[in-house]
């Protein structure tokens, strides 16, 4: 009987592990699906409030395009070939009883002028068609985004004390830290990093805190329930 009982549990431990290393597996499989369509999506420009019309074509799109740049970034129109690939809507249907317009997508042939567009609107402040306020943006999977979210806080305050912040594909955030370029993936990664750093501990410190404060409130709601 002992023998049966063991023989039983093995078999239970057996599939536990299995289990385990199938979830690791496809969780593995979703994150390299996620970097690789974020790797696809880097010479993208998400383009968010463009005005919208019936029957647009990318003929349309690409002037509208050509009338932002030359109304907002008139001296990158003069000095890079701006080479389009690819403009669409998104969703690619048209609806009239939609409230806001569609975004736009553009592909441009070097990832270098969706770089310097997006660089040149973060030093302008703020992007206009014809007086109306736009917003341009990266374009990347959903996933990646909200991770980029994730960081905000940090990534503000790192860039108020000149440590260069950047986040990168997918959704890494990385830093000059006494003079070498520091990389981490997830927070847990960087509250393990500056327990050896006391002064980036200290700046940090809040942020990372008030997040794990955050983890913490659901097990003390339940607690007290």
Do not use: C
Request: aromatic share 8%; proline share 4%.
């Amino acid at each position: 009987m002992e023998e049966r009982m063991l023989e039983i549990e093995n078999q239970l431990n057996e599939i536990k592990r299995e289990e385990k290393f199938r979830e690791k597996r496809v969780k593995r499989n979703k994150q390299s699906l996620q970097e690789i369509w974020d790797y696809m999506k880097r010479p993208n420009l998400h383009l968010i409030g463009g005005p919208e019309s019936d029957g647009e074509n990318g003929t349309k799109l690409e002037n509208t395009l050509q009338d932002i740049i030359q109304e907002n970034f008139p001296n990158l129109a003069r000095q890079v070939n701006i080479q389009i690939q690819k403009i669409q809507r998104t969703p690619q249907r048209y609806s009239s009883t939609r409230a806001t317009p569609r975004h736009i997508i553009v592909r441009f042939i070097k990832i270098e002028i969706k770089e310097k567009m997006l660089r040149a609107a973060r030093e302008k402040g703020w992007v206009t068609h014809k007086g109306k306020p736009i917003r341009l943006t990266v374009d990347l999977s959903v996933e990646t985004l909200q991770a980029s979210r994730d960081w905000g806080s940090i990534l503000n305050i790192l860039k108020e004390k000149n440590f260069q912040p950047t986040i990168s594909y997918p959704a890494k955030l990385s830093f000059i830290s006494e003079g070498e370029i520091k990389s981490f993936t997830d927070k847990q990664m960087l509250r393990n990093f500056v327990t050896t750093r006391p002064a980036l501990q200290e700046l940090l410190k809040e942020a990372l805190n008030m997040e794990r404060n955050n983890w913490y409130q659901p097990l003390q709601k339940y607690t007290k329930l």
